[in-house]
């Protein structure tokens, strides 16, 4: 089935540094989520995006609904040890009964 | 957004044997999904759980592996049968919230077949 891609596949928290994470999929979406996974835990949505071009902010989260309607950005600003996790993009389309595609996922780790 | 538990949380099982496991919601939804996780991977989409009918599944899950209940507005059951080392997995219910495109997760099920 379709697979959104997500880049990079981890990353490491550097102190003071923002991180930013994209995904990217071969057909377009009219929604776009992200999500956070902490382990042994659910997806927590964190950001819902629902128009192209769309910039929205979530606390130190900001995400934005690529022109193209195919990508999607997520940047954390001044990461900090409890960002650590598992980031998922998911993509819907209205047409599809509120199903999800998600993304392969970016692991954020802290270095130690 | 709604509150949803899931039971078991986790579970070991052994091979050929079925586990059901059981997603409440503390409200009405229209929309309840069951996914699958596979170890270090992604989300999958098994099926949606429809209320009154039979639920709708994806291509690759069928019926006789992954029977679906949905009694009423609030709860839904999956029971994953003849349980193969292959389907350890974590199995999470999700339900769509007010606004039809957000949807919310439980905390899942921990299943390991031996």
């Known amino acids: 089935g379709q697979q959104l891609n997500q880049s990079p596949q981890s990353m490491f928290i550097q102190e003071g540094e923002d991180v930013s994470m994209n995904c990217t999929s071969s057909s377009i979406f009219n929604t776009w989520l992200w999500y956070k996974q902490d382990p042994g835990e659910g997806p927590v949505l964190l950001i819902a995006l629902y128009k192209a071009g769309e910039l929205t902010s979530n606390g130190r989260l900001t995400a934005q609904f690529g022109i193209t309607r195919k990508d999607s950005f997520l940047n954390i600003s001044a990461p900090i040890p409890s960002d650590v996790g598992i980031y998922f993009c998911?993509?819907?389309?209205?047409?599809?009964?509120?199903?999800?595609?998600f993304g392969t996922g970016t692991r954020l780790q802290v270095t130690l | 957004s709604a509150v949803i538990s899931q039971k078991p949380s986790r579970d070991i099982c052994q091979r050929g044997t079925s586990l059901t496991i059981q997603c409440q919601v503390d409200s009405q939804v229209t929309m309840m999904f069951w996914y699958r996780q596979q170890p270090g991977q992604s989300l999958t989409l098994i099926a949606t759980?429809?209320?009154?009918?039979?639920?709708?599944?994806e291509s690759g899950f069928v019926i006789d592996k992954f029977p679906i209940s949905r009694p009423n507005l609030t709860f839904s059951t999956l029971t994953v049968s003849n349980m193969s080392p292959e389907d350890s997995s974590i199995y999470l219910c999700?339900?769509?919230?007010?606004?039809?495109?957000?949807?919310?997760f439980g905390p899942g099920t921990r299943l390991t077949v031996t």
């Open positions: 999700s339900v769509v919230g007010t606004s039809a495109y957000e949807q919310y």
């Open positions: 998911a993509g819907q389309n209205t047409g599809t009964a509120s199903k999800l595609t």
């Open positions: 759980a429809n209320q009154g009918s039979e639920a709708t599944y």
